[in-house]
């Protein structure tokens, strides 16, 4: 409970510092749920990017996670490549294995607009927390996120998606998945 209030709080403050747009995402199975809030500090291209999410899952783990990114586009201007690169805070807690953990992973994002496909993007982000900077239980975390979407209307999108987390454990040395597998999902765009 304390993770969830911690990352409500810190979204909130950043939204009332000038946060310029953002966006509401929200996806789920039947096994997971998350929301997300994203806020820029200036228009895109060539942004500031922050992001605060939270999920659960039936297997009793909830994640939280807090993240900073520059994102803009690729090469020339009107590249229909956009790319982010940046670091994002990973916590969990579980009551039911006793697996508590937070760690720091860098990683980047892409996400493609093919020019002959109308309102389609293909996306993903891929971040990392070896053990150096991964605390409590765990040896190293890794999140995997992968989207395709489609833009329903202009501020709104429609995605079906694929997350994978996992981790390394300290006490077994086993990789151990702490949630997998497709979703759907939306992201509302706001300003």
Avoid: C
Avoid at 26 to 42: F, I
Avoid at 54 to 66: C, K
Avoid at 115 to 133: D, K, M
Avoid at 166 to 187: C, F
Wanted: proline share 3%; net charge negative; charged share 20%.
């Amino acid at each position: 409970m304390k993770l969830k209030r911690l990352l409500v709080g810190a979204a909130l403050a950043v939204l009332g510092s000038g946060a310029s747009a953002g966006a509401l995402d929200a996806n789920l199975n039947n096994d997971s749920a998350r929301l997300a809030l994203s806020w820029m500090t200036s228009p895109s291209p060539n942004a500031l990017e922050g992001e605060a999410a939270i999920y659960y899952n039936t297997d009793d783990y909830y994640v939280g996670t807090l993240g900073v990114r520059v994102v803009g586009e690729t090469g020339r201007r009107g590249n229909p490549l956009e790319a982010g690169v940046g670091g994002k805070l990973i916590a969990f807690t579980s009551g039911k294995d006793n697996l508590d953990a937070v760690g720091l992973g860098l990683g980047f994002g892409l996400r493609y607009y093919p020019v002959s496909i109308n309102r389609l993007a293909f996306g993903g982000q891929l971040h990392y927390a070896p053990e150096i900077v991964a605390f409590g239980d765990v040896k190293n975390i890794f999140e995997g996120i992968l989207k395709v979407e489609y833009q329903v209307l202009p501020q709104a999108f429609a995605y079906v998606g694929y997350r994978l987390l996992k981790v390394e454990r300290e006490d077994t040395g086993k990789s151990q998945d702490l949630d997998e597998g497709a979703n759907i999902g939306m992201r509302i765009l706001f300003q």
